[in-house]
């Protein structure tokens, strides 16, 4: 059996835990900063670990036994209360145990492209001046040192189950109603990566993001009606920005279909 070490299980990491687990084919290490995950973890089956990347002192020995695996799947967005984010993935990737690792899968954003309005595929020239956000470039400038063993996954705004588009705007006033959306839903992230595996998939970046790209306000009075929630209320109409993210290099390369492939389905 493979054993997969996923370091976050958060949202997607947890579902991602569950998904591999219920395969039989992986032993799963889960890392939580939470003391009360620790026996949740054990009963779902995984091998649980208490990893905090916002201590700068880490149990070694901990750490050293958790990074002991075939694949490595890096959850842990950004955070501003995090300041010693890029530091903790700089201790992980400086670590003599990751050197042996055979696959590692970091899990990013399209944040990561510039603001500008065009259609934004991996090929994109990206730096430091012009990314739109830096946290995200520096993190992926740390693991892009180890190209050969490092899949990136890049995600649009992720969607599914209770995080609904448009609930966090119920009967407020926004802007952009014309604006083009980027989201790709968990299943879709949680299939990609089990693909990954499946494949052993390498030295590769992917954008993953639904190839349906709605109208904002189409999307937030979808789900109002949808899930019972009253309708943002959209001012100053404008030309709506197309700023797109292309994430069709996965399904043209590894023949993925995306489970949900249009947001007003969600």
Known sequence: MQTVSILGCGWIGFELAQKLFSTKKFIVKASTTTKNKLKLFTQKGFLPYLINSQETTLDENLLADFLICDTLIISLPPKKSNPNYLNFLETIHQHPKTKLIKQIIFISSTSVYPSSYKNFKETESISLENTSKKVVFEAEQIFLKKSSQLVI?????LMGYDRIAGKYFANREIEGEKDAVN???????IKVISLLLEKNILNKIYNLCSPSHPAKKEVYFRNADKYGFEKPLFINSKVGKKRLIDGSRISSELNYGYMYPNPLEY
Not at 183 to 189: C, E, G, I
């Open 153 to 157: 996954l890049r995600c649009s705004g």
């Open 183 to 189: 989201y790709v839903h968990r299943d879709d992230v």
